[in-house]
């Protein structure tokens, strides 16, 4: 049964063009942001609120032990003049497997997507215009304890909030191997979107972004040799005219972009595989000229082409991408559908 959300507006809204077309991502929110509370074995009526500050003890749980998880995808202009969220319920259902792994309880599905959907309705008049603009929709999902015992917290809290951006990346990527650190290893968090998994991971970016690298390419945390996954994105390789991307074996986010992807490139009649590749493979099939492109794929960077991969002293690097090339063809179905220019044959757009 869900429960009603209430609503308190602004007084008046911060919208501009200027905010709404050329802001930095994530770097501005929209106008309101929804609010919902679990105490005491159950969930409180949510609420829809004036985005702003929100005051907490030095003692809340997550600062000290990490009780934190978050999701991300996007509501679109569609060709009819409409709004859609983009498999929002693919989302949820991600952020409740990671509320289980980290001991919080699950969110309602009404509560959630109803919620999300009356907050993206509210604040539709953020959603830019401008070609590869989206409202980004971010929920951030933690314990609201005020203890310092290690347990997980008696009292949650759901906040969502908007954000309207243009893309994550500007121009194909350039990716550092990381043989030093590690995203994940078995039996940990790596398949689940906890808030610790990137605070991990700022330390290996900032050294390969001063090195003139976007971001790092993570190797397994076994052997630092099979490849897994970029920084804020899964990763495909083009190996003989397949598509390949490593499986799902607990240390890889499950990507609802990158599900999407291999959908849409079998449906494209390119082979795509799930499968170990390691960066030997990648190397060899490289020099071999086996290996014709690499992009990744995420809700921020959608398809995001691969300029560059280096691993120790090679440097692999990708030619400038076509419109015929895998990652454009397939960046360019997506996209189609994401806004409704093409038909939804998976149902993945839930109208707003």
């Known amino acids: 049964m869900s429960t009603p959300t209430t609503v308190t507006r602004v007084s ?31 969930w409180k009526q949510p609420q829809i609120v004036p985005f702003g500050p929100i005051s907490f003890s030095p003692a809340l749980t997550p600062f000290h032990y990490g009780q934190a998880i978050f999701e991300g995808f ?17 989302n949820f259902a991600r952020m409740n497997r990671s509320a289980t792994r980290l001991a919080m309880p699950e969110i309602p599905e009404s509560l959630f997507l109803e919620g999300v959907i009356e907050l993206v ?46 893309p994550y990346f500007s121009q194909p990527i350039r990716l550092l191997a990381e043989e030093r650190f590690v995203r994940a290893f078995p039996g940990g968090t790596g398949d689940s979107k906890a808030a610790g998994n990137y605070a991990g991971g700022l330390l290996a970016a900032r050294l390969a972004q001063e090195k003139g690298f976007h971001n790092v390419l993570w190797l397994d945390g076994v052997e630092r040799r099979y490849v897994e996954e970029s920084g804020v994105m899964n990763i495909f390789f083009v190996l003989d005219g397949k598509a390949i991307t490593p499986p799902l074996t607990g240390t890889i986010l499950p990507g609802v972009t990158r599900d999407s992807a291999l959908t849409l490139l079998r449906e494209m009649g390119i082979p795509a595989e799930e499968r170990q590749i390691s960066i030997d493979e990648v190397l060899s099939a490289h020099a071999a000229g086996k290996l014709s492109e690499a992009f990744g794929a995420g809700t921020a960077a959608i398809v995001a082409p691969i300029a560059c991969i280096c691993y120790r002293d090679r440097d692999l690097q990708f030619p400038a991408v076509a419109d015929s090339s895998v990652a454009a063809r ?18 993945w757009l839930l109208p707003v």
């Open 12 to 42: 008046r809204s911060r919208l501009t063009e200027a905010l709404r077309e050329n802001s930095a991502f994530g770097a501005t929110f929209s106008d309101h942001m929804l609010v919902a509370d679990w105490e005491a074995g159950s």
């Open 74 to 90: 996007k509501a679109h202009r569609t060709a009819n003049r409409g709004l859609a969220l983009f498999r929002p319920r693919e």
């Open 121 to 166: 309705r509210l604040d539709r008049d953020w959603v830019p215009h401008r070609e590869g603009g989206s409202l980004y929709v971010r929920p951030t999902y933690f314990g609201v304890d005020d203890t310092l015992l290690v347990r997980p917290a008696n009292r949650f809290r759901l906040i969502v909030m908007t954000s309207p951006v243009g």
């Open 330 to 347: 397939l960046r360019a179905r997506l996209v189609a559908i994401q806004t409704g220019r093409e038909p939804d044959q998976h149902n």
